[in-house]
């Protein structure tokens, strides 16, 4: 059964460095996401991505994220300079198509880890 | 404002009992998609189930049914046969017609008993 995959499961980094978490959608959907969750806290939305350009992006989503597809698989979302509170589960999803209906349903990666220290 | 309400922080339930894990939301567009994931303790986002705002019938998966009450906007997810691999977090979440984004519950912390 297709899936999303995400690299690596786990990050641990410095303040200020910078990140990019990796993510190979499924292979036919055409919209990509990011959502990060903190710690025993609810998911939330960072951003949407389609046709090789931000779609919709939260207001957590600042100029300190950017995310890009390199290539036909791959899909990164970049921190420029990482604070400690950045620290949470970070999950990429994909979907076939947008809006409300069943194309639009989002399958998850198993979701990067990242640790700032 | 608070889009999606999961009321119940915790939940037990006896092993092959069924369970109904509450969700109410708050939209104004008639155009909507509400969808269940569970998160295991391993931390993934598992996709569950999903129904639609135009959906006439409730929708099932396997042991998996979502108790659909439009004019209460309410999602209740129900469990029947509860194994122990069900224990987990499980979040309802919502996507209207017009956003590309998702807006997640709080959860509910479900625990399966032997």
């Known amino acids: 059964e297709p899936e999303v995959t995400q690299t690596p499961s786990h990050q641990v980094t410095q303040m200020g460095q910078e990140v990019i978490l990796r993510c190979v959608p499924i292979?036919?959907?055409?919209?990509f996401y990011w959502y990060r969750q903190i710690l025993g806290q609810k998911v939330e939305f960072l951003v949407s991505?389609?046709?090789?350009?931000?779609?919709?992006k939260s207001e957590i989503f600042d100029d300190q994220f950017s995310v890009e597809r390199p290539d036909g698989s791959n899909f990164t979302l970049k921190i420029r300079s990482t604070k400690l509170e950045d620290s949470a589960m970070y999950f990429c999803?994909?979907?076939?198509?947008?809006?409300?209906?069943?194309?639009?349903?989002?399958?998850f990666g198993a979701g990067t880890r990242l640790s700032v220290l | 404002a608070q889009k999606i309400t999961q009321t119940q922080p915790g939940m037990f339930v006896q092993e092959k009992e069924a369970v109904t894990l509450d969700c109410t939301y708050d939209t104004s567009d008639p155009s909507y998609g509400l969808f269940w994931y569970k998160q295991p303790s391993s931390g993934e986002m598992i996709f569950l189930i999903y129904q639609g705002s135009y959906d006439q019938q409730n929708a099932t998966e396997g042991r998996y049914s979502l108790n659909f009450q439009k004019a209460r906007k309410s999602a209740n997810l129900v469990i029947s046969a509860s194994q122990l691999g069900d224990s987990a977090m499980y979040f309802c979440?919502?996507?209207?017609?017009?956003?590309?984004?998702?807006?997640f519950g709080a959860g509910t912390r479900l625990t399966v008993k032997p």
């Open positions: 991505f389609y046709n090789n350009e931000i779609s919709e």
């Open positions: 979440a919502m996507r209207e017609g017009t956003d590309n984004d998702m807006r």
């Open positions: 292979s036919n959907h055409l919209y």
């Open positions: 999803a994909s979907s076939l198509l947008a809006g409300e209906g069943p194309e639009g349903i989002q399958y």
